[in-house]
């Protein structure tokens, strides 16, 4: 059996909502190990002078803890 843990990180892009979220697991396995699943909790963005400025998601990720 395995022991999963679930944390939730934000993270933006100024591309699109799936660049935001390669971004957030990119950071998140820079100290977390494992990552099994990444659930996009969250959608939205910023806009400025009537067009959309920043993408951001916050995202739930799960890993295996050992």
Known sequence: MAVLKVIEVMANSNKSWEDA??????QAS??????RSVYVNEQSCTVKEGKIDEYRVHVKITFEVN
């Open 21 to 26: 979220t390669e971004n957030a697991v990119q």
């Open 30 to 35: 820079k100290s977390v190990k494992h990552i």
